[in-house]
């Protein structure tokens, strides 16, 4: 059974700093591609930023120079190192972890969401 388990969110000063974790089960980790999601009360979810199997990283303009995204395939998890914290980015955070199938395709899974609240 698949599972992501997301962590290390909380409240912040704006300026602050907070590292994510997301932690997979029951997957062949380094096979896979994840992403760190955000959505914001109101606003549909976005995605932050995402790393390939091979470790080729992007990001969302927004977090760009703030957020390092990294994995340790040895643990079979992923982090998310967010610096420079500004209000805008009080969200739940989700993990998203897409699965390759083969010839079958992605299948993706989701976290259960880890809560980061800049105040001013």
């Known amino acids: 059974q698949v599972k992501l388990v997301e962590s290390g969110g909380g409240l912040v000063q704006a300026g602050g700093s907070l590292r994510l974790s997301c932690a997979a089960s029951g997957t062949i980790f380094d096979r896979n591609a994840m992403y760190w999601h955000r959505q914001a009360p109101g606003k549909q979810r976005e995605l932050v930023a995402g790393?390939?199997?091979?470790?080729?990283?992007n990001y969302a303009d927004a977090v760009k120079g703030r957020f390092t995204i990294s994995r340790d395939n040895a643990k079979d998890t992923m982090y998310l190192q967010m610096n420079s914290l500004k209000p805008e980015d009080t969200a739940v955070y989700y993990c998203l972890m897409q699965e390759p199938q083969g010839r079958w395709g992605i299948l993706d899974y989701w976290g259960q969401g880890t809560q980061v609240t800049v105040s001013s």
């Open positions: 790393i390939t199997s091979g470790g080729t990283t």
